[in-house]
């Protein structure tokens, strides 16, 4: 007997991948009800050799349902988790409503698989920020064994962290550069983002940061240790899919970069691509479509004492969000639910 699953934002960036990995991984699954908005009602999504009819979220029943996988904004999300919640169905969230809620878990299953377990209190559990989840795989490893003090981190955002319109702007954008007949003026990002970068993803807060640095600072210290400070400069790049991040890191402890690379070398979800020559690391393009947060550029830094540089590079729609999801989902059903 396996689950029955509904996957809210099905038409979505992330909920096409969902189904893909839940189909890749062979996950349990009894039966499935895929969900949008309203405009996408009888929309067929694929899913494995089957075709599903996307449903309207707003009038969805979900009493007798194991999990939903929630990929919509915040604001259908608060009026939709709880009820889902509510009618006894587990909710994984991929928006950032519940991230910061001391009764939500939030969760990456290769760094605090054992947080799931708190999802009882509200009958939900978060998914962190893509970029966060890529960051906290590459760190834990290391913090383990040398306890991290702070990490400065500078993101290379590809426009897929954006939905479906920052992945349309930046290919409509592109073609109008090269055959200017029309023009495409920024819509979804504040700036044109063909041939360029944007230092600023999510508002502006207070101090000057944006909502997408505090989120990693704020989720980073929520899943490792609240006692890692965390300094983060987020930028969106021209890049379809793949989010890549340069990471310094001090440690209390001397962690010498051999060690780090044997250590990262084993660590789960880690893939090691660290040659000292041309094309001896990953990008972008080469990790779309893979489940490993990839690490390169592993070196020391010799500015302080006890520091470490590193590159690491992930599919932001897969570790980054629906991946992750499902790995969440599998420790669930390991741990707590128990069926398949
Ligand atoms: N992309 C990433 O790397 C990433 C990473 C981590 C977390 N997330 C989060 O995951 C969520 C989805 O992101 P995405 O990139 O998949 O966005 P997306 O491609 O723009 O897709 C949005 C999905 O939400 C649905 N939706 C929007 N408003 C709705 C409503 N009122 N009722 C029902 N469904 C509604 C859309 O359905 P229609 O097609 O019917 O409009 C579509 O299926 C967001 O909360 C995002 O912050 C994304």
Known sequence: MGYKVVIVGATGNVGREMLNILDERKFPVDEIAVLASRKSLGTEI????????????????????????????????????????????????????YRYDPDVPLVVPEVNPEAVLGYDKKNIIANPNCSTAQMVVALKPLHDRARIKRVVVSTYQSVSGSGKEGLDELWDQTKAIYNPTSEVPPNKFTKQIAFNVIPHIDVFMEDGSTKEEWKMVAETKKIIDSKIKVTATCVRVPVFVGHSEAINIEFEDHLDEDEARDILREAPGCMVIDKREDGGYVTPVECVGDYATFISRIRQDSTIDNGLNIWVVSDNLRKGAALNAVQIAETLGKRVLKKG
Do not use: R
């Open 46 to 97: 694929s899913f494995g050799d089957k075709t599903l009819k996307t449903q309207d979220l707003a009038t969805f029943d979900f009493t007798g349902w194991d999990m939903a996988l929630f990929a919509v904004g915040s604001g259908p999300t608060k009026e939709f988790a709880p009820k889902a919640a509510k009618a006894g169905c587990v909710v994984i969230d991929n928006s950032s409503l």
